[in-house]
């Protein structure tokens, strides 16, 4: 499965965000879909994670209660609403395909990656 990821910027301390993740190639509704970031000089970290019917999400505890994944299987997309965003959540975001079960937060069970786009929080 191929993967386009888009919808970063800059946006100010306090806004919103919304990154989509649009898959082609495969079947999409077979994938769990997680979303990582990766700041300057840090390693890459996970971010959160939605299962292949949409109907569980799984969050690190840095972006627990100001992101929301979802998905819209019909559309081959997964979506990153990213809210009260803080100069630490500045990143290139990537999103990944997954057909493991468990482990989501591990980006070594992802076998399909996105190109990344960049989000940066700033005033």
């Known amino acids: 499965v191929q993967l386009q990821a888009s919808g970063g910027g800059l946006v100010q301390p306090g806004g919103s965000l919304r990154l989509s993740c649009a898959a082609s190639?495969?079947?999409?509704?077979?994938?769990?879909m997680g979303w990582f970031r990766q700041a300057p000089g840090k390693e890459r970290e996970f971010v959160g994670y939605?299962?292949?019917?949409?109907?569980?999400?799984f969050y690190a505890d840095t972006v627990k209660g100001r992101f929301t994944i979802s998905r819209d299987n019909a559309k081959r997309t997964v979506f990153l609403q990213m809210n009260s965003l803080k100069p630490q959540d500045t990143a290139v975001y990537y999103c990944?395909?997954?057909?493991?079960?468990?482990?989501?937060?591990?980006?070594?069970?992802?076998?399909?990656w996105g190109q990344g786009t960049l989000v940066t929080v700033s005033s």
């Open positions: 190639g495969s079947t999409f509704r077979n994938y769990g």
């Open positions: 990944a395909a997954t057909t493991v079960v468990g482990n989501w937060d591990q980006a070594v069970n992802y076998y399909y």
């Open positions: 939605i299962k292949r019917s949409g109907a569980g999400t």
